[in-house]
């Protein structure tokens, strides 16, 4: 069996390499098609993105399966074994009508357990990179510990959806949380929301919808710093059919579910 040495430096050499096409892609005329609603889109650079990284892991490793968002992999049902969960680009709105604010995410999973977690801000060349139980880094530099910090100081990640009439939250829940705090901010990337969470540069991230792509690496990289991961329930992620997302430096996670997310 390959060793996840080898594994790991694998899936950083190939998520430069897709970066490094994603950012050439700019001076190329864009083929843009809509998904489940006319917000909901997808480009040719997704789908070549994801095709790229199932060429490399079937010919590297072809026990291993693939959970991918644009779904060129085989439909994975559970995640037994090794299974790699991408998403080719994380804020696809972002990577058309900015250009930036955009990032591939990789999480590679064993029996369920999070490995590898790396997310690539293709634009800043920023790689967020862990290992389980070996630390996470930004490039080179590595994140620090997370420490618990108070709620009025507490900078939190979320899309405004879900404090507007929505059919997932009331709310009113999330508008009590984001008056006690300091403040929001909104990238529109899972991936970013996640590795912002993991280097400090937020306190922490919520969400009402994501898939397993949209999370699969943060958590990674989130729970290797010593942040918490689960759903707005404080149960653990499902991984295969997704749901919410809570993602928060240690002892305010529990905070802001008691205080806040019990009547959810
Ligand atoms: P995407 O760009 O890969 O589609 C935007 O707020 C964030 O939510 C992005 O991470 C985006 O990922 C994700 N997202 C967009 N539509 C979604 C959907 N229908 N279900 C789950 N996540 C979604
Ligand atoms: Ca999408
Ligand atoms: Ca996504
Ligand atoms: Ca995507």
Known sequence: ??????????????????GKRLRESFKETLNISTKSNRNDLVTNMDKETEEFFITKIKENYPDHRILGEEGMGEGVTDLNGIVWIIDPIDG????????RNFA???GIYENGVGKIGLIYDVVHDELYH???GQGAYMNDVKLQELEPVALSDMILSLNATWVTENKRIDPAILSKLVKDIRGTRSYGSAAIELAYTA?????GYISLRLAPWDVAGGAVLVEEVGGLVTDLRGKPLDLVNGGSVFACRPVLHEEVLKKY???Y
């Open 130 to 132: 862990a290992v389980k």
């Open 104 to 106: 591939i995410s990789i």
């Open 199 to 203: 280097a400090g540069r937020v306190d």
């Open 261 to 263: 997310l019990a009547d």
């Open 92 to 99: 696809t709105m972002n990577f058309i009508h900015q250009q």
């Open 1 to 18: 069996m390959a060793s996840w040495k080898e594994i790991d430096t694998h899936a950083k050499e190939w998520t430069k390499t897709a």
